[in-house]
């Protein structure tokens, strides 16, 4: 089901973005830069966040002077730290742990321009789960990765945030993007990323 998902959301940027043909203005660019994510949820007690990183591509379609319609296609490295834990052999000694939730992202994004250069925009965003595991951290030893298959497959978001352009090639971004999805079924837990990235329009 994974791999049918991500193949629709490739068949589906790739559309968008090939109509720029029709569109002088169109800019087709790379973005990329740094998560800080968790989840938020009655059943989880505010866990600390997971650094990791995001990757991809973007396509933005001018209106008018002050508002364009973006697409964006990347992979989102997200999740959270379990946090120091004993190991289960009884001794002292403490491990950390983490559970990746990684995704391909698609947002919608409707953008305003404040000012030359300047924008808000945000919208819906698709996420679709690509990768799902906790890695431990064990001292002395390798790390262990155990795969899961409990994430839903679709998480329905909204993202939005702030964006400077530079000689309209240079951007640089900041985003808040929450869940709307529960990320397990009967389970009161929902995705939250703060990212901040650059990127350049080609």
Known sequence: MKKFF?????????????????????G????????????????????????????GILA???????FSLQSELFYSAQGFDIGDE???????AIYDATLKLDYIQIPILMKVYLA????????????????????????????????LDDA????????????YKIKDVFLIQARY???LTDIIDDVDSRTSNISFGIGYIF
């Open 152 to 163: 839903n497959s679709f998480d329905f978001q909204i993202t939005n945030g702030l964006e």
């Open 177 to 179: 993007t929450f869940g």
């Open 6 to 26: 991500l193949c629709i959301s490739l068949f589906v940027f790739t559309i968008t973005a090939s109509a720029q043909s029709f569109f002088d203005d169109v």
């Open 86 to 92: 004993p190991l289960p052999d009884g001794s002292d």
């Open 60 to 66: 933005e379609f001018p209106l008018s002077e002050k």
């Open 28 to 55: 087709i660019g790379v973005r990329g830069g740094l998560n800080l994510s968790t989840i938020t949820g009655d059943d989880f007690d505010s866990p600390d966040s997971r650094t990791s990183f995001y990757i």
């Open 116 to 147: 030359k250069g300047l924008n808000l925009h945000g919208g819906p965003q698709f996420g679709f789960n690509v990768n799902e595991e906790i890695s431990i951290d064990i001292p002395g030893d390798d790390d262990l990765d155990i795969e």
